[in-house]
Protein backbone atom coordinates (compact mmCIF):
# COMPACT_ATOMS: atom_id res chain seq x y z
CA UNK A 1 0.00 0.00 0.00
CA UNK A 2 1.11 3.44 -0.75
CA UNK A 3 -0.30 6.26 1.14
CA UNK A 4 0.17 10.14 -0.14
CA UNK A 5 -0.48 12.90 2.51
CA UNK A 6 -1.36 16.36 2.09
CA UNK A 7 -2.63 19.56 3.52
CA UNK A 8 0.66 20.52 6.31
CA UNK A 9 1.67 23.96 6.54
CA UNK A 10 2.21 27.02 8.53
CA UNK A 11 -0.62 28.40 10.06
CA UNK A 12 -1.10 31.02 13.33
CA UNK A 13 -2.19 29.77 16.53
CA UNK A 14 -6.00 29.19 17.31
CA UNK A 15 -6.03 28.66 12.83
CA UNK A 16 -7.21 25.16 10.97
CA UNK A 17 -5.47 22.63 8.58
CA UNK A 18 -7.04 19.85 6.67
CA UNK A 19 -4.88 17.20 6.33
CA UNK A 20 -5.30 14.10 3.80
CA UNK A 21 -4.03 10.58 3.25
CA UNK A 22 -4.96 8.53 -0.17
CA UNK A 23 -4.30 5.37 -0.15
CA UNK A 24 -3.44 3.30 -3.60
CA UNK A 25 -6.01 1.11 -3.19
CA UNK A 26 -9.18 0.15 -1.50
CA UNK A 27 -9.50 0.92 2.31
CA UNK A 28 -12.36 -1.03 3.17
CA UNK A 29 -10.27 -3.47 4.34
CA UNK A 30 -7.81 -2.19 6.45
CA UNK A 31 -8.54 -3.09 10.08
CA UNK A 32 -7.64 1.04 10.76
CA UNK A 33 -6.06 4.26 9.32
CA UNK A 34 -4.72 7.19 11.12
CA UNK A 35 -2.31 9.91 11.81
CA UNK A 36 0.64 10.00 13.79
CA UNK A 37 2.77 12.41 14.99
CA UNK A 38 6.45 13.47 16.11
CA UNK A 39 7.83 16.95 17.19
CA UNK A 40 11.57 17.34 17.67
CA UNK A 41 12.95 15.51 20.93
CA UNK A 42 9.86 13.16 21.09
CA UNK A 43 8.30 9.78 20.51
CA UNK A 44 6.29 9.13 17.75
CA UNK A 45 2.73 9.49 18.92
CA UNK A 46 -0.87 8.67 17.98
CA UNK A 47 -2.86 11.57 16.64
CA UNK A 48 -6.19 9.91 16.23
CA UNK A 49 -7.11 6.65 13.88
CA UNK A 50 -10.29 5.33 12.68
CA UNK A 51 -11.27 1.91 12.17
CA UNK A 52 -13.33 0.08 9.32
CA UNK A 53 -16.39 0.41 11.18
CA UNK A 54 -15.75 4.07 11.56
CA UNK A 55 -14.55 3.76 15.43
CA UNK A 56 -12.51 6.46 16.42
CA UNK A 57 -10.07 7.23 18.82
CA UNK A 58 -7.71 10.78 19.67
CA UNK A 59 -5.13 11.22 21.86
CA UNK A 60 -6.31 13.04 25.05
CA UNK A 61 -4.54 16.46 23.85
CA UNK A 62 -6.62 17.11 20.10
CA UNK A 63 -9.78 15.82 21.90
CA UNK A 64 -12.55 18.30 20.53
CA UNK A 65 -10.48 19.98 18.02
CA UNK A 66 -9.56 17.44 16.10
CA UNK A 67 -11.61 15.03 14.06
CA UNK A 68 -10.66 12.19 12.15
CA UNK A 69 -12.74 10.99 9.09
CA UNK A 70 -12.59 8.63 6.08
CA UNK A 71 -14.14 8.36 2.43
CA UNK A 72 -13.96 4.41 1.59
CA UNK A 73 -15.50 5.41 -2.45
CA UNK A 74 -12.07 8.18 -2.49
CA UNK A 75 -9.87 5.94 -0.40
CA UNK A 76 -8.71 8.63 1.79
CA UNK A 77 -8.65 9.22 5.49
CA UNK A 78 -8.65 12.97 6.40
CA UNK A 79 -7.74 14.49 9.51
CA UNK A 80 -9.58 17.81 10.10
CA UNK A 81 -7.39 19.90 12.73
CA UNK A 82 -8.84 23.13 14.98
CA UNK A 83 -7.76 25.88 17.48
CA UNK A 84 -4.25 24.72 16.65
CA UNK A 85 -1.93 25.17 19.39
CA UNK A 86 1.67 25.44 18.80
CA UNK A 87 2.12 22.22 20.78
CA UNK A 88 0.53 20.54 17.77
CA UNK A 89 3.81 21.46 16.17
CA UNK A 90 4.88 18.12 14.15
CA UNK A 91 5.45 16.12 11.39
CA UNK A 92 2.20 14.07 11.07
CA UNK A 93 2.43 10.57 9.27
CA UNK A 94 -0.35 8.75 7.64
CA UNK A 95 -0.60 4.91 8.92
CA UNK A 96 -2.70 2.08 8.08
CA UNK A 97 -2.99 -1.27 9.51
CA UNK A 98 -4.22 -4.64 8.37
CA UNK A 99 -3.67 -7.94 8.73
CA UNK A 100 -1.22 -7.41 11.79
CA UNK A 101 1.15 -4.99 9.01
CA UNK A 102 1.02 -1.24 9.34
CA UNK A 103 2.42 0.77 6.49
CA UNK A 104 3.78 4.22 6.46
CA UNK A 105 3.36 7.07 4.35
CA UNK A 106 5.60 10.15 3.98
CA UNK A 107 5.43 12.54 6.49
CA UNK A 108 3.42 16.33 6.33
CA UNK A 109 5.10 19.33 8.50
CA UNK A 110 2.57 20.87 10.67
CA UNK A 111 3.92 24.08 11.99
CA UNK A 112 2.02 26.26 14.27
CA UNK A 113 3.08 30.02 15.18
CA UNK A 114 2.25 31.14 18.63
Known amino acids: VQLQASGGGLVQAGGSLRLSCAAS????????MGWFRQAPGKQRELVADITSGGITTYVDSVKGRFAISKDDTRNTVSLQMNRLKPDDTAVYFC?????????WGKGTQVTVSS
Open 95 to 103: HVHESGITY
Open 25 to 32: RSIFVFDR
